[in-house]
């Protein structure tokens, strides 16, 4: 646990000086969502907190740390509203796919877990492709292309 805080400061410190906030957001991402993968595998419920933790907070940092606040409050404003959604929707699915039994309180937490995993997952694609992108397009710093084809940029 120790080591995994250790290595979100140092993420935050490195976003200070990274080449683009859309690289630093998507390593922020990897980061988060490696300990998300990463707690149960081992066994310890903290880890897969702090990938939490890390997940809701972390592009918010960096977009603040970069001095784009509105992008930072936009970034927090999808992380927290579009896994609500997403149980939400797990929970309608469930209920309108499976037979439930009164005494079954929990009957659709499964679907409702995953149903925020992939609002979480939602948020941080839209993060890393809408929010983060450059305001300038040409902006010789930021590698990643802006625009996204199945053909390729002519």
């Given at each position: 646990?120790?080591?995994?805080i250790?290595?979100?400061?140092?993420l935050?410190t490195r976003?200070?000086a990274?080449?683009?906030?859309r690289?630093q957001?998507?390593?922020?991402?990897?980061?988060?969502?490696a300990l998300?993968?990463?707690?149960?595998i081992?066994?310890?419920?903290d880890?897969?907190k702090?990938?939490?933790?890390g997940?809701l907070?972390?592009?918010?940092?960096v977009?603040a740390?970069n001095?784009?606040?509105a992008?930072?409050?936009?970034?927090?404003?999808?992380?927290?509203?579009?896994p609500?959604?997403?149980?939400?929707a797990?929970?309608?699915?469930?209920?309108?796919?499976?037979?439930?039994q009164?005494?079954?309180w929990?009957?659709?937490?499964?679907?409702?877990?995953?149903?925020?995993?992939?609002?979480?997952?939602?948020?941080?694609?839209?993060?890393?492709?809408?929010?983060?992108?450059?305001?300038?397009?040409?902006?010789?710093?930021?590698?990643?292309?802006?625009?996204f084809?199945?053909?390729?940029?002519?």
């Amino acid at each position: 646990m120790k080591l995994a805080i250790i290595l979100i400061a140092a993420l935050a410190t490195r976003a200070a000086a990274g080449p683009s906030v859309r690289t630093q957001v998507i390593l922020s991402d990897g980061f988060s969502d490696a300990l998300i993968v990463t707690g149960p595998i081992v066994d310890q419920a903290d880890v897969s907190k702090i990938g939490l933790f890390g997940a809701l907070l972390g592009a918010p940092i960096v977009h603040a740390a970069n001095d784009g606040w509105a992008r930072a409050g936009w970034s927090l404003l999808a992380r927290t509203t579009m896994p609500i959604g997403g149980i939400g929707a797990g929970g309608l699915l469930c209920n309108a796919l499976t037979t439930r039994q009164p005494d079954e309180w929990f009957h659709c937490l499964d679907w409702e877990l995953i149903g925020a995993g992939l609002g979480l997952l939602g948020a941080e694609v839209l993060d890393a492709t809408v929010i983060s992108r450059p305001s300038d397009p040409t902006d010789p710093t930021d590698p990643t292309p802006t625009m996204f084809t199945l053909t390729g940029v002519f």
